[in-house]
């Protein structure tokens, strides 16, 4: 079975992205020291959003003095307001083998999601970074803001290539290790990760950012249509297993898978992250639409 | 238990053969069809509980070995054919004899078929053997054949007029050479069986009787009846002879019996009785008449209560003698009470050879019977006979009738000096030409005393004078020289049959249409069937057969229920299949 990534013109397509403009991020609050931009900050200063008022002191901007105030009560008081700064996202799509794996391989998804994220970041001013990971974390493109980076964006995510395993743990470590600001790490991937949901989990103790979790899934990772005596080979470790398929054993395979997502779920939310599960076979843009049909995505 | 396809001992071996196969085959590394998974992470969880067959793994999936030999040990077992034996059945034979004579028409006959085929279907269909024994013998159901077809061949089946023959056929049954099998008859009807053919059929032959109810007396029947040469000496005349039997000390008196000829009654002639039931009838005529006796009353078998036969057809036979060879033979013709000279109209011309004498007679038919110079004809006895109606075999038999095997063939020889030969030649008519110097004395040969006997075979041949038959009945042999060498008949039951020389029995009774002639009776006459509640004829006690071989084991039945337990086996297996249980 040969797979076919998308080419950056089927990527960078024109239709794509026109579906693409109504959707947005939220960020619940963004940290200080951002760049002027649409997310909420914990930072008071020339903001658009009236936050409160403070006595004057010196130094302060006499635009920002509040004249009505000083002529009814004759004190200095200078108007404070909440700033509105950038998110910085950090895209983290997984090219472990897994991802290149059948005829419509889940990469060309993560492709679109990507491309699709970082297009609603970039139309918010938010800034962009493509770090794509397998056995360790590459640095593709380091933050990056303004629309007009988005076909650059595209063209490091069609020339993304197959690496081998997947090792969230030590990509995560490598992303850490890196100085760049607290932002939103949108994680997409199958999560297949041989340690398992507790491997990804000890791997994100040492993340300090807010976390959204793209997972992709196909109709046989819950219903493999396989029957016979088999020897599956992982296509990443290249170890195999032989099997007898019965109808008792698919029974435990979909329990056991069953398992994984359900403690995917649960890592989600204890730490505070968004889960996304989109079906690669599926249409990328209407599953979007759905996921952002209040209006947009709050992370 | 037996294995009738298969030897016990090849489907040992097969079945350890197949137990080394499967084992092999468990071993065997499976061939997987290779397939990439994105991650092995949920079948590795999967799979703890259920692992795959691998190469020379310990049975851990015993049950599954030990359910698929079970099967294949099965279908093998299956295609041996067992067979079930035990006390019952053992390797006998069974011979079931289903009796179809006259006796059978005194018992309940549709329950004594309906408990035969209750029993045939109890037996192995190879060890068994279904025999209708009634005027003749024939296989109603033979080894391997299906039950049901005896029930089809049963249809309308009606015992027939004949005596029993059980006996004969238990005689051929200990004849018959059955390797390491005895034979087990079971007679289905009331028929008796004599003690002494018991005696010298066991043990080869082990005989019970099946399906008979007591016997109920009250019968009377005519026995014996026959005709004879009459105590008058009249040539155009018999005596004849009745007996009826009872089996119930019945005194039949005469009164109790009515005669008839051609149908009408007998008038005016002489009944005797002998007493014990036997009666004479003197001076029948001798004109071919059918003579019936029948008796008056009802009782509890009608078929011997009426007896037939046909009376011999015989006029005088009349000669036209040459008085050339009035000396020689007039003597010895009117000795003879058949004869009549008569030269007018002759049934035969007797004469000197270039003599004109009854020539009128001779263009009218009358047969020549000549006698010719020894210079004149070689062969010392010559026929001549008309080609189109006659056979070699008609020419041999006449040869034999004319009674030339009584003359003393090389004395005369001796006289002549050359061989007496009988030679045959075709011509338009029948005609026997002698040498003339036989009758000379020096050949003594008219002074013989087979001469009388030559010529009143001679001319009773010529003539075509029937010969009597003292009696024809069902089942018995009628005396050899009273039926015709070659005679063809056809009896009740529409079967041909010919003589050939042969005795001649009919099997049945009932008419027996001739070709050209009146139709001749075959009576009953049997005391077994007219007196059978009499102790005398009951015959030897049988005993009950215990057939105890259930029909749902017999040796077909035990193939469907292996195959029907391999196909519940296999259910399990699917059943084990889907639940995981076995891989």
Redesign the interface.
């Known amino acids: 079975m040969v797979s076919r990534m998308l080419t950056l013109n089927e990527l960078f397509n024109a239709d794509f992205l026109n579906a693409l403009k109504q959707f947005r991020l939220f960020a619940r609050q963004v940290e200080r020291d951002g760049r002027p931009a649409e997310h909420k900050s914990k930072a008071l200063g020339h903001g658009l959003e009236f936050k409160d008022f403070r006595p004057y002191a010196p130094g302060d901007d006499l635009r920002s003095v509040d004249w009505n105030i000083y002529r009814r009560l004759g004190k200095l008081f200078v108007r404070v307001s909440e700033e509105q700064q950038d998110l910085p996202v950090y895209l983290m799509p997984d090219v472990s083998k897994s991802m290149y794996l059948g005829e419509n391989p889940r990469i060309n998804a993560a492709m679109r999601v990507s491309l699709a994220l970082s297009y609603t970041s970039l139309n918010q001013h938010d800034s962009v970074g493509l770090f794509p990971f397998a056995e360790d974390m590459q640095i593709k493109l380091r933050s990056k803001s303004g629309k007009s980076n988005l076909m650059s964006l595209a063209r490091h995510l069609s020339e993304l290539r197959e690496r081998h395993t997947t090792d969230l743990a030590a990509s995560l470590n490598h992303l850490s290790s890196i100085k760049v600001r607290r932002g939103l790490l949108i994680i997409i991937s199958d999560f297949f990760d041989p340690g398992g949901v507790q491997a990804i989990e000890a791997a994100l103790r040492s993340v300090r950012h807010r976390l959204l979790f793209v997972q992709l899934v196909r109709k046989d990772d819950a219903e493999p249509d396989l029957e016979g005596n088999m020897r599956l080979r992982d296509c990443e470790t290249s170890g195999f297993a032989d099997i007898s398929v019965t109808p008792d054993l698919l029974k435990r395979y979909q329990t056991a898978y069953q398992a994984f997502n359900t403690e995917l779920a649960q890592l989600a939310k204890k730490k505070q992250a968004t889960l996304v599960q989109i079906d690669v076979e599926e249409d990328i843009v209407q599953q979007l639409s759905s996921l952002f049909r209040q209006g947009g995505v709050q992370v | 238990m037996t294995f009738l396809n298969i030897s016990p001992l090849l489907t040992a071996l097969g079945l350890l053969g197949l137990a080394g196969l499967l084992y092999l085959l468990q071993q065997l590394r499976?061939?997987?069809?290779?397939?990439?998974?994105?991650?092995?992470?949920?079948?590795?969880?999967?799979?703890q509980?259920?692992p795959?067959?691998?190469f020379r793994e310990k049975f851990h999936q015993l049950w599954a070995y030990l359910l698929i030999l079970a099967i294949c040990s099965l279908i093998w077992i299956a295609i041996a054919k067992p067979e079930l034996t035990d006390d019952a059945s053992g390797d006998s034979h069974y011979v079931l004899v289903l009796d179809g004579s006259a006796v059978a028409l005194r018992d309940d006959f549709q329950r004594v078929k309906e408990t035969l085929v209750d029993d045939v279907a109890k037996l192995p269909v190879d060890q068994r053997t279904v025999l209708w024994v009634g005027g003749e013998t024939h296989t109603l159901l033979a080894p391997g054949e299906q039950s049901i077809l005896l029930q089809r061949r049963l249809e309308g089946r009606v015992p027939e007029a004949a005596p029993s023959k059980i006996n004969h056929q238990l005689e051929l049954m200990a004849m018959a050479n059955r390797k390491d099998q005895s034979t087990v008859a079971i007679i289905y009807g009331n028929v008796a069986v004599d003690e002494s053919v018991l005696d010298r059929v066991s043990p080869k032959v082990a005989v019970f009787r099946a399906g008979s109810g007591k016997i109920v007396s009250g019968n009377a029947g005519i026995v014996s009846f026959g005709v004879g040469e009459p105590v008058s000496g009249s040539w155009d005349s018999v005596d004849a002879l009745v007996q009826v039997g009872s089996d119930h000390n019945l005194n039949i008196a005469v009164e109790g019996l009515r005669f008839a000829l051609d149908g009408s009654p007998l008038a005016d002639i002489a009944i005797s009785d002998a007493g014990n039931g036997v009666f004479m009838l003197r001076d029948l005529p001798a004109a071919g008449g059918l003579l019936e006796v029948t008796l008056a009353d009802d009782d509890a078998l009608a078929i011997d209560n009426v007896a037939k036969l046909r009376l011999p057809d015989r006029p005088f036979i009349r000669i036209a003698l040459s008085p050339s060879l009035d000396g020689v033979l007039k003597t010895a013709l009117q000795a003879d009470r058949a004869v009549v000279l008569n030269t007018e109209t002759p049934d035969i011309v007797i004469r000197k050879a270039g003599e004109v004498f009854s020539e009128q007679a001779l263009a009218t038919g009358a047969t020549l019977f000549e006698f010719t110079p020894m210079a004149q004809q070689a062969p010392a006895f010559l026929f001549t006979y008309p080609e189109k109606e006659v056979t070699d075999f008609t020419l041999l038999a006449a040869v034999n009738d004319l009674g030339l095997q009584y003359i003393d063939a090389a004395g005369l020889a001796t006289v002549a000096q050359q061989p007496i030969e009988v030679t045959a030649r075709a011509g338009q008519q029948w005609s026997l030409s002698i040498w003339d110097e036989l009758l000379s004395e020096n050949f003594n040969f008219v002074q013989s005393r087979s001469f009388p006997i030559f010529m009143a075979a001679a001319v009773r041949w010529f003539s075509g004078a029937e010969m009597l038959r003292p009696y024809i009945a069902a089942g018995e042999s009628l005396p050899a020289d009273s039926i015709q060498s070659s005679a063809s008949f056809v009896d009740e039951g529409g079967r041909e049959i010919t003589t050939l020389s042969a005795s001649f029995t009919p099997a049945v009774a009932g008419s027996l249409q001739r070709n050209e002639a009146d139709p001749l009776w075959a009576s009953l006459l049997n005391e077994q069937v007219t007196m059978q509640a009499d102790q005398k004829f009951q015959g030897a006690s049988l005993g009950s057969p215990t057939i105890t071989i259930m029909s749902l084991f017999s040796s077909n039945n035990l193939v469907t229920w292996i195959i029907l337990l391999v196909i519940a086996l296999a259910f399990l297996e699917w059943i084990l299949?889907?639940?995981?249980?076995i891989?």
Do not use: C, I, N, Y
Request: proline share 7%; net charge positive.
């Open positions: 499976v061939k997987h069809q290779e397939v990439q998974v994105p991650t092995l992470l949920f079948w590795q969880a999967a799979v509980d259920s795959a067959r691998v299949f889907r639940r995981g249980r891989p």
